[in-house]
């Protein structure tokens, strides 16, 4: 046994975990980092490694008709009803190793540990190790998950790949699945039959850091509102020669508007509501800005996240209307794409409070947290699964090949989850 | 002759303007507009084909050691002391082709209808179609009529080419420069044997059209501080997941940035103050940023003139005060490439009231304006010439390929100067 603050581990557990991560890293390099694409071969390579390791410790193991590979103790899967842990194994490009992968490796090594240790969960327990959950490889997210709950949309499906432009439904039969029923829009798996789904997850912002803890549960996933791209446009001329009262600066107009919006984000937040936004992308027309030239319009994208679908529609409105006010005020136009909708999505309260106790009994702090990015835990949710999630302190973010999550830190989160797979049974024993 | 409002002009000068600007703007083509990249072989040939047309009509012609092309009628050719007309042939990328070029072509054609008249100037006459003015080759402006001056740095002298990469020096010497005066800051041309400096160049703003007049002459020519690159530096992080009080946003400081420096433009234009302020280029890291991803850094240019020293030096202080506060209040880091400060010039009383009486004479109501774009003007001023521009009406500004002057509008202010330069002669004869 090795203790990790007030939390025991089995004494093999962080070289197992250690290993694990480092392989499947090892299987999937890219220039920085790694990358695991959707529905390829890669991700169907880390699919089999994973077979292969629960397999070799005597787990039960299979593909479900969206080519996932859910693993469990025997003597569960066959089971009618169960709780279903896990994430994806797809990444980004250039990616970190633990956004996904952490919170399959989890439940897997649940299934570990009781294995090991001849423990009984106290219901069945499922892992389910998914495809394709990154945006950044079609454009729609959470694919899998959405596969699997039947509200893939047609227009997702035939998105394109960034890179080899065949569509999402090519990529998704070359790895097996038959699309049949994703496109008759048929549930793969009935949501009646999953009785939680939990999802450990490294934390994509430094709330955990900044509070010295190694874990929290997670109780809601903002929902947000959001442009690829705003188009801000004015009218060029000479940087020297136009007069204040003759120019229509779309670069003056959109920090016009991006400080108006900041200033009704703090004011929400200081009155304690839930509230991120972020222009991420903004660029001048590069082909024709220079530094003496009114620019002719500014590209920006928006994103704005909250845990209120209240505060979000809020938001919505000031957009628009601060829009109008600066349309006049300084005689511009912005045009807008179709904004990219998705609700907020609220975890099981029974859930959150399940993995709580199991914080309290292992001697942890109890945290609850809002998630800032989206999950597929988000789509469990909508579809009337009980859900919650665990988040591991990672420094650095998500997406980035500086992800960086301590195994310690990993193997509280995943002990929580055991915890509280195993509460009931322990005392039933 | 034909009539053009109270001016008179000679048959065919309608006809030969167009054609000039013609034949170049065919020489020079872009995908919109026009390109003649500084001390490029483009230059060079349109330096060329002038040559062509002033030798042909019986003109002096040869190149001075900037390789500018100077022409003048024969008998003034080897005058020790002259009246210098012109401007520069260059052009933005996608330019119009009028910016610089009427200029030249003005000087030119004052030539022509002497020399068809048989007329004499007051003084003697060279007439320099200059290389490299615009800053958007190399960064620096004003090149030609700098190096000519002995005050091209060294600094300027060794930026580089924006798409080849580059040094100015090594363009220069590739059209034929002797680079070791210019090296050691020797004037090539003594200041002291310009007798006065005249320049016709388009208005790059919409006062003439808002004013209904052809042409006016310019008493100043706006100073400048210029930064073609300020970086904001924040943290990047999850669009979702980092809370306000955690980012170091630095599209958000940019935009208060902004902000706070157009309010400070607002009051000052209020008070009667002369200010522009563009940020005419913004870019976010195009290999990083996204729409779920807090920029790591956003890079932006900034371009402030005013008619008054005093204004730019207020300016460049608020500039510097507001980047400290908000570096304290967003945590984040703005760092500055090196300024480049241009001081306002003005022009030469004499040369101004001479234009002035110019354009009465020939029955125009005269008039006097600021001018907001820096020219070749200020330079030979700021070295002790006396120096005056005349603009012309045009419309759509500058440094686009929608600059619009009407031929006769040009006609009316070539004979503003032709009618200035041949004055005392006329008297005389």
Redesign the interface.
């Known amino acids: 046994m090795t203790r990790i603050g007030p939390v025991v581990v089995d004494d093999c557990e962080q070289t197992r975990a250690a290993d694990l991560f480092a392989t499947i890293a090892d299987m999937s390099p890219d220039k920085a980092g790694v990358s695991r694409p959707a529905f390829s071969e890669v991700e169907t390579a880390v699919l089999a490694y994973l077979e292969k390791v629960a397999g070799d410790a005597g787990l039960a193991v299979s593909y479900d008709v969206g080519q996932n590979l859910v693993m469990s103790l025997p003597e569960d899967a066959e089971a009618e009803k169960f709780v279903l842990v896990g994430s994806h194994v797809d990444s980004v490009p250039m990616g970190g190793n633990f956004d996904g992968l952490a919170g399959v490796i989890a439940g897997l090594m649940c299934l570990l540990r009781a294995h090991d240790r001849g423990e009984r969960f106290a219901r069945p327990v499922k892992v389910i190790a998914m495809r394709g959950e990154e945006s950044a490889w079609f454009g729609p997210c959470y694919i899998a998950s959405k596969t699997l709950m039947g509200v893939l949309s047609e227009e997702e499906r035939l998105s394109q790949h960034k890179q080899d432009g065949r569509s999402l439904e090519d990529h998704m039969q070359g790895v097996g699945i038959d699309m049949a029923p994703v496109r008759a829009g048929k549930p793969l798996m009935d949501a009646a039959t999953i009785l939680e789904y939990i999802e450990l997850h490294i934390?994509?912002?430094?709330?955990l850091i900044?509070k010295d803890m190694p874990a929290a549960v997670v109780n809601s996933i903002?929902g947000?509102h959001?442009h690829?791209r705003i188009r801000c446009i004015g009218e060029?001329?000479?940087?020297?020669?136009?007069?204040?009262?003759?120019r229509r600066?779309p670069?003056?107009a959109?920090?016009?508007l991006?400080?108006r919006l900041?200033e009704a984000?703090?004011s929400i937040?200081q009155k304690g509501g839930d509230?991120?936004l972020?222009?991420?992308?903004?660029?001048?027309d590069?082909?024709?800005?220079?530094?003496?030239?009114?620019?002719d319009l500014?590209d920006?994208?928006m994103?704005i996240?909250s845990q209120s679908a209240e505060t979000l529609d809020g938001m919505r409105e000031l957009l628009h209307r601060e829009v109008a006010q600066i349309e006049r005020e300084r005689r511009v136009r912005f045009e807008f794409d179709q904004a990219n909708l998705t609700a907020p999505a609220l975890m099981s309260g029974a859930v959150v409070s399940g993995l709580e106790a199991a914080m309290e009994r292992l001697g942890l702090e109890p945290m609850v947290m809002a998630?800032?990015?989206?999950h597929d835990a988000a789509v469990f949710a909508n579809a009337g699964v009980p859900a919650a999630m665990v988040f591991v302190r990672n420094a650095n973010?998500?997406?980035?090949p500086d992800e960086a999550m301590e195994i310690d830190d990993f193997l509280v989160g995943m002990s929580i989850i055991y915890d509280h797979l195993t509460e009931g049974a322990a005392h039933a024993d």
Do not use: C, Y
């Open positions: 934390e994509q912002g430094p709330l900044g903002r947000n959001r690829k060029a001329g000479h940087s020297g020669a136009v007069p204040r009262a003759f600066d670069v003056l959109m920090a016009d991006l400080s900041d984000w703090l937040v509230l991120v972020t222009a991420g992308v903004v660029h001048t590069s082909e024709r800005n220079a530094m003496s030239r009114i620019p500014v920006f994208s994103d996240r998630s800032g990015g989206g973010g998500s997406h980035n």
